[in-house]
């Protein structure tokens, strides 16, 4: 069963922008939360986490361009990124720790559920 449901995902050009979306059917409200990126040949890498606090946590490469957010009423997690560049470009994954911290969420291990993905595409 799907838990994690990403979209939003699509094609832009640079410096441009696009709002991920995630509906998560196992929500939690303290549990972590983060948005992760892979492309073909390179490990799957994450951009963006939030705690239960919804402290967040950005990937250096994202800061000051990227928002991660959450909405308790809608179980779903965002990701706005703005200033987008082609080195941005990937798989965007939504995961869910099913554990919470007052800290970085990359500190409780590997996120226990995973959606499918959506592309991003960034043309320059």
């Known amino acids: 069963q799907v838990e994690l449901v990403e979209s939003g995902g699509g094609s832009v050009q640079a410096g441009g922008s696009l709002r991920l979306s995630c509906e998560d059917s196992?929500?939690?409200?303290?549990?972590?939360m983060g948005w992760f990126r892979q492309n073909p040949g390179k490990e799957r890498e994450i951009v963006a986490s939030i705690n239960m606090h919804d402290n967040p946590t950005y990937a250096d490469s994202v800061k000051g361009r990227f928002t991660i957010s959450k909405d308790n009423d809608k179980r779903t997690l965002y990701l706005q990124m703005n200033s987008l560049k082609s080195e941005d470009a990937g798989i965007y994954y939504c995961?869910?720790?099913?554990?919470?911290?007052?800290?970085?969420?990359?500190?409780?291990?590997?996120?226990?559920?995973w959606g499918q993905g959506t592309q991003v595409t960034v043309s320059s």
């Open positions: 995961a869910r720790w099913n554990t919470w911290t007052w800290g970085n969420c990359a500190s409780q291990g590997p996120p226990a559920r």
């Open positions: 196992g929500y939690v409200w303290n549990n972590c």
